[in-house]
């Protein structure tokens, strides 16, 4: 059986635009920018209900000096890979600034 992976990713000191394009670069996946105040502004992802999904945000939210993930306060730019495989968490790993803040396998 495949496992499914949902893995986050962090980039301390970066911007989402750029982030977004070392991402799509390493995996091959088309990411398109999008906009929502809930994910803290302009944001970057695959299709929507697309497999694997990418997702690609600055780690805000809309409240007022609210990270969204609070675990995390230094990193600027956050990575979520839903639905993904081990090929791809392989090719998100060769982006030397990346840190790895949650891995699950299910």
């Known amino acids: 059986m495949t496992s499914k992976i949902f893995d986050l990713f962090g980039v301390e000191s970066a911007t989402v635009g750029s982030v977004a394009r ?7 996946l088309a990411l398109s920018l999008h906009d929502s105040d809930a994910r803290g502004g302009e944001y970057y992802r695959t299709g929507v209900g697309d ?3 990418i997702i690609v945000q600055a ?3 809309d409240e007022p000096d609210s990270l ?7 990193f600027s730019v ?18 030397e600034e990346l840190a790895v803040l949650r891995n699950e396998d299910l």
């Open 22 to 28: 070392i991402v799509a670069e390493r995996t091959g």
């Open 51 to 53: 497999r694997p999904e």
């Open 59 to 61: 780690n805000a939210t």
């Open 68 to 74: 969204a993930e609070k675990g995390f306060p230094s």
């Open 78 to 95: 956050l990575i979520y890979l839903n639905y993904g495989t081990l090929e791809l968490r392989d090719k998100l790993s060769t982006f």
